[in-house]
């Protein structure tokens, strides 16, 4: 069964980076398709980036490209999510969501993932 915890998650200055880390405890995202979502306070849950079983897929919320790498280990069983030059605008819960069925269609949807990480929080002070 898959179980998804993030990390990495903290306090930041403007124009800082983070890494984010989610990883599966029964270590089965190697097939998966792993996607990072964010959720503000007041606002919807919004996607950031996704990353196909294998990576050989990515793809990122224009908000975000050129700034955040997704990436993943699957000898791990991680999925990362490197952010760059960050902006309060960046300020947010980051989830991370997989699909062990991997289909890649509508990725960018909440809908296409059916497994998800409790979240760990990102605070970008200005």
């Known amino acids: 069964q898959v179980q998804l915890v993030e990390s990495g998650g903290g306090l930041v200055q403007a124009g800082g980076a983070l890494n984010l880390t989610c990883v599966d405890s029964?270590?089965?995202?190697?097939?998966?398709?792993v996607g990072w979502f964010r959720q503000a306070p007041g606002k919807q849950r919004e996607f950031v980036a996704v990353?196909?079983?294998?990576?050989?897929?990515?793809l990122y919320a224009d908000s975000v490209k050129g700034r955040f790498t997704i990436s993943r280990d699957n000898a791990k069983g991680a999925v990362y999510l490197q952010m760059s030059s960050l902006n309060p605008e960046d300020t947010a819960a980051y989830y991370c969501?997989?699909?062990?069925?991997?289909?890649?269609?509508?990725?960018?949807?909440?809908?296409?993932?059916?497994?998800w990480g409790q979240g760990t929080q990102v605070t970008v002070a200005s």
């Open positions: 969501a997989a699909d062990i069925n991997d289909p890649w269609s509508q990725v960018h949807l909440e809908s296409a993932y059916d497994v």
């Open positions: 029964g270590r089965t995202l190697s097939e998966a398709k």
């Open positions: 990353i196909s079983g294998r990576g050989a897929l990515t």
